[in-house]
């Protein structure tokens, strides 16, 4: 049995989540209680071999001892258990709630919306820190995370893994769902070029004019050699999804070269590698 736990907080996108798994055939449980969660095995029909179940913080709350002693229990008995923890920055979340009128559901008379958000984390801290893979919606829309997390969830016979380069631009904030960042800020801009303004990192003047520079190259090498190296150790500690971040300015030159050109290097090593510009289609410089 194919078990997988969608949680995070109120508003990042849970029900998404659970219709996308839905839509790819898994049994979904919304709203799972979490005393219950150890005992799926051995109430579902045989035929139901793929299960997906979103916990959120209102479970945590009824069961004092969490999450831990189910999900030990679960891989003691075989299933092959994983966690999806959506989440979103705090003032995002509050504008969603205003947007839609929304109650949140650890809010009331005493506890505003934004102590409820912070409550909410606090509770979900222990489910957070055991996530398989962290998404962080703030710059999603409902579209967009229906495709991350098909591309990360569709399976493949040759390698279990999915690995995702994503392309951002530090001027709107680092990505909080990266295992790793790499800053390639150091390296030539096409921008302060004016005949490459209007073009991004997968057109070719741009990769024309980075690939003759000697310091992309190198960080081209040294990126992938840090890779080579340590990915073979984090895949065998048992991690499903490893999202790399590359940062530059804006998100549209130097970040997006480099993440093809990675995608381009792993992709044969690791067939479910995937790449995704978070900013490519917010702005037109870098």
Not at 80 to 93: F, G, K, Q, V
Request: glycine letters at 6%; one cysteine or more.
């Amino acid at each position: 049995m194919k078990l997988v736990i969608i949680s995070g907080r109120s508003g990042a996108g849970k029900s998404v989540a659970l219709h996308v798994l839905e839509d790819l055939g898994f049994f979904a449980i919304d709203n799972l209680p979490i005393g219950l969660l150890s005992e799926l095995p051995h109430h579902l029909p045989n035929s139901n071999n793929r299960v997906a179940v979103s916990i959120d913080a209102r479970n945590i709350v009824t069961d004092p001892e969490g999450i831990q002693p189910h999900f030990d229990k679960l891989r003691d008995d075989g299933v092959s258990a994983s966690i999806i923890y959506l989440d979103s920055d705090d003032a995002t979340l509050i504008e969603r709630f205003n947007a839609t009128r929304r109650k949140h559901p650890l809010s009331s008379k005493q506890t505003s919306l934004v102590e409820a958000i912070e409550q909410e984390a606090h509770l979900l801290e222990s489910i957070a820190e055991q996530a398989d893979l962290r998404i962080d919606t703030s710059n999603l829309n409902i579209y967009d995370l229906r495709d991350v997390i098909k591309q990360q969830l569709q399976e493949n016979s040759q390698q279990a893994v999915a690995i995702q380069f994503q392309s951002f631009g530090f001027k709107r904030g680092a990505p909080k769902d990266c295992d790793f960042i790499f800053d390639v800020r150091c390296l030539p801009n096409p921008y302060w070029e004016v005949q490459l303004r209007q073009y991004t990192g997968q057109d070719q003047p741009v990769i024309e004019f980075l690939e003759q520079d000697f310091s992309v190259r190198a960080m081209l090498s040294d990126i992938s050699g840090f890779l080579d190296k340590w990915l073979p150790s984090i895949i065998a500690s048992g991690r499903n999804y490893i999202t790399i971040g590359i940062g530059c300015t804006g998100g549209q030159h130097r970040s997006v070269y480099t993440a093809e050109q990675l995608a381009a290097r792993f992709q044969q090593q690791y067939p479910q590698t995937l790449v995704r510009h978070r900013d490519l289609r917010l702005a037109n410089k870098d």
